[in-house]
């Protein structure tokens, strides 16, 4: 500034600027503004150099941290696998040990009915065998129902002791009633007084009606056994065990039979055999229908009838070698029952269903697990058994009864009520 006004002052007097001091003190005032220029710009530079250096220091701390880290990780996940290969098989059972919990946790709850039709099959082998087994109790069943048939029988002729008597009691040797005019003593049966209980007991003419007499008392007998039987493997013992004490008291009142002193006797003891045959035939056929599908009841149903005439049929191939000796005969029949239920009815399961109801579970599924062992099959590991329901159908398709419902029994039913009474009538009117 000072330079200036002097050159304004020069200007002004009409002086020259280009005065040498005035020049040398413009040069000197120049470099002083460019040296302080240079010295803000040296200064900025510096600045500059700071912040940079300040920033690659910063990022070499960040690269050095990331660097830490990963090793960190590195390491981690080395320390994981080296922890984890010697504990592998140690994982890989506790894995499966969770799996089994969660499928036990997640049941399978299904009826019988249900788990014979979708996993032990409807009629496999190992039903086919039970159906066998339980169905050959009926022809014992058969045997004592109809043994009277050839331990009853009339005699077909007689024969004189004396003919003098016989002569004069006149009459056909061939009609049994014809002996009813002889006197006591001088005749006799062609086959001998043992060849049934009409021969030994004289059962003709005045005694006639004694003949009838046992073949009544046993199927009152069964009619009786029929309903403590049926309560017995409802309630109690259940259908194996039932048919064991049916078979075991068939064969005991079969034997003790033979041994009868007199009719009265005889008589007494049909009527017990009639009374322990009875458990026989309701409980077989429970026992059989209970094991199959559905679809397959009726047939199977069917089977135990075949059995029943296979009995009957048995009867003349017994009968023929004893028939000088009727006690003889039951003395053989006596013998299959005990047989059955000692060697061969311990091979028959019970009926799930019945286990299931008494609150028998784990047994019911015992059995379910070894009739699809035999089909070859397998049951699921979470399965469990739930108590049967009773239904009813109708044209919206299956509905769950009631309690008050599920207690109806046959006569409080209309349509059984009609059925049975129908079946009683048509049984009563065969057999008059």
């Keep these: 500034m000072e330079i200036e006004e002097e050159i304004g002052k020069l200007t002004k007097n009409g002086g020259s600027v280009h005065n040498p001091l005035i020049t040398m003190k413009f040069g000197e005032e120049e470099e002083k503004q460019r040296g302080f220029k240079e010295e803000e710009e040296i200064q900025k530079f510096v600045k500059e150099d700071d912040l940079t250096h300040k920033g690659l220091a910063t990022a070499e701390c960040g690269e050095k941290k990331e660097t830490q880290k990963f090793v960190k990780k590195d390491r981690s996940l080395y320390e994981i696998l080296a922890i984890s290969r010697p504990a592998k098989e140690e994982t890989q059972n506790l894995m499966k040990k969770s799996l089994n919990q969660i499928e036990t946790e997640a049941k399978l709850e299904l009826t019988v009915d249900q788990v014979v039709e979708e996993y032990v099959g409807s009629f496999g082998l190992s039903q086919l065998l039970h159906v066998f087994l339980v169905s050959l109790a009926w022809i014992f069943d ?7 048939i050839f331990a009853d029988a009339q005699p077909e002729a007689w024969r004189c002791i004396i003919n003098t008597s016989c002569v004069n009691g006149g009459g056909d040797k061939g009609d049994a009633a014809a002996v009813c005019r002889l006197q006591p003593g001088t005749w006799e ?7 049934s209980t009409i021969a030994e007991w004289g059962l003709v003419c005045d005694r006639k009606f004694l003949a009838a007499l046992p073949a009544s008392l046993f199927f009152f007998g069964s009619l009786l ?4 039987f ?14 064991f004490i049916s078979c075991l008291l068939t064969s005991t009142t079969a034997f003790l039979t033979s041994l009868s002193p007199n009719i009265w006797i005889y008589a007494l003891l049909r009527f017990a055999n009639g009374f322990a045959r009875s458990g026989i035939g309701i409980c077989c056929l429970v026992l059989s229908t209970e094991a199959v599908g559905r679809k397959w009841r009726g047939q199977v149903g069917q089977y135990g009838f075949f059995f029943f005439t296979a009995g009957f049929l048995s009867l003349p191939l017994i009968a023929y070698p004893t028939r000088t000796h009727w006690r003889y005969i039951y003395r053989i029949i006596s013998f299959l029952p005990l047989v059955y239920s000692l060697f061969i009815l311990p091979f028959v399961s019970e009926s799930p269903r019945w286990l299931v109801v008494r609150g ?4 019911a599924l015992e059995v379910l697990k070894e009739y699809a062992r035999l089909n070859g099959k397998k049951l699921p590991a979470n399965l ?9 159908v109708d044209t919206d398709g299956e509905t769950a009864l009631s309690k008050s419902e599920a207690k109806m029994d046959l006569w409080t039913t209309k349509w059984a009520a009609k059925r049975m009474i129908m079946l009683m009538i048509s049984g009563f009117g065969a057999g008059l």
């Design 230 to 243: 049926g309560r017995l493997a409802d309630a109690f013992l259940g259908r194996k065990r039932t048919v």
């Design 225 to 228: 056994g029929s309903a403590v």
């Design 384 to 392: 469990t058994l739930s108590e049967p329901s009773i239904f009813r």
């Design 142 to 148: 058969s045997q004592n129902t109809l043994v009277t």
């Design 189 to 195: 049966w062609t086959g001998g007084r043992a060849s």
């Design 360 to 363: 028998r579970s784990k047994e």
